[in-house]
């Protein structure tokens, strides 16, 4: 695609940030000048599903795409963390309200796609990388059944950044008392 936007969101998880986001990311920069990352689902944490607070996926976050891109890319991102709320038609509105403004939405999530695209904004899907391993799920699912193919999918310097969260060690708490 080679249509240029001045600012596209990428909402996402991110429970935890996978190699998958990261390339969804360099996508969205290659279209877009800025873009904003929309940490959602914010109220949650300390859950098999969401185990990171918002504040700690906002810091991972900042780290990884500072040693991907440098300092200067990264000033074209900003990184926002933002509660669901319960109605699906005014969560784009929502957005607007919270958010500086923006052209449209970069995802693979067609939820998403479709709510950006009804309210009359850009709504582009982004390619998949590896998608069987690179979810945040098979992620999850992987450390509580201790296995370590998950490791593929985050870049190698990410295992240290999430052992200061205690990410494995809280997950499979997490797993036994859920
Ligand atoms: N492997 C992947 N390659 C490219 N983009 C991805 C990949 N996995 C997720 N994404 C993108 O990330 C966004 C969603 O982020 P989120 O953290 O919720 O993803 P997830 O990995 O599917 O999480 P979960 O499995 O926990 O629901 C979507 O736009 C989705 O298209
Ligand atoms: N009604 C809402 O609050 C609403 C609607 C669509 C997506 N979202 C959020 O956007 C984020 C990205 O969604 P996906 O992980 O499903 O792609 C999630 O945190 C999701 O909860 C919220």
Redesign the pocket.
Known sequence: MQENYDRLI??????PL????I??IEYALSISKEIIIVV?SAQESYTI?NPLTAGERIEIIKNVLLKEFGEDYCKRIYIVPIMDIEMNKVWVQYLKMLLPEFDGV????SL?LNLFRDMGLKAIM??????NL?????I?NEIIEGRDDWKKCVPNYLYEILDKYHFVERLRSLSKSD
């Open positions: 990428f909402p996402g998880r991110f429970q996978h190699i998958g986001h390339k969804a959602g599903k970069v995802s693979g999530n998403v982004q390619p998949m990388f590896n998608r690179c979810s945040g799920t098979n999850r």
